[in-house]
């Protein structure tokens, strides 16, 4: 007995879907978060320590690469958020149906470009 397997497990030539890349960005934002919050609890508890450890982290966070990271968690907080509302509406039962999923999926893409748009200027 012959079994049907696909033939071509190429990732770069299979086109996902929106609600694919939607549910795949929201995992690696979850990520960056975890990992942004690490950089985050060293630098309050080193400025916390001591008037000098403030200094550091005070130089520290008002460097290009600091706010470019600052940036790049506060975007993943942002779309996370989106993300994640869509997930708990998706659990209520709605946009559950293919068109109406992929129409929220680019809603949430959308909206957190707008935000990380916006966090950058608050920023710089």
Excluded: C
Excluded at 63 to 72: D, L, Q, S
Excluded at 98 to 113: H, M, N, P, T
């Amino acid at each position: 007995m012959k079994k049907q397997r696909p033939v071509n497990l190429d990732l770069n030539t299979i086109s996902f879907p929106a609600a694919a890349i939607s549910s795949i960005l929201h995992r690696i934002s979850g990520v960056i978060m975890l990992v942004g919050v690490g950089f985050l609890v060293w630098a309050l508890a080193i400025s916390l320590k001591s008037a000098e450890g403030f200094d550091l982290v005070h130089g520290l966070l008002t460097g290009f690469i600091a706010k470019f990271i600052a940036w790049g968690i506060m975007s993943a907080l942002g779309y996370h958020l989106l993300a994640g509302v869509r997930h708990m509406f998706m659990d209520m039962g709605y946009f559950e149906e293919l068109d109406s999923g992929r129409v929220s999926a680019k809603v949430v893409f959308v909206l957190a470009i707008i935000l990380s748009v916006l966090a950058g200027v608050w920023l710089w």
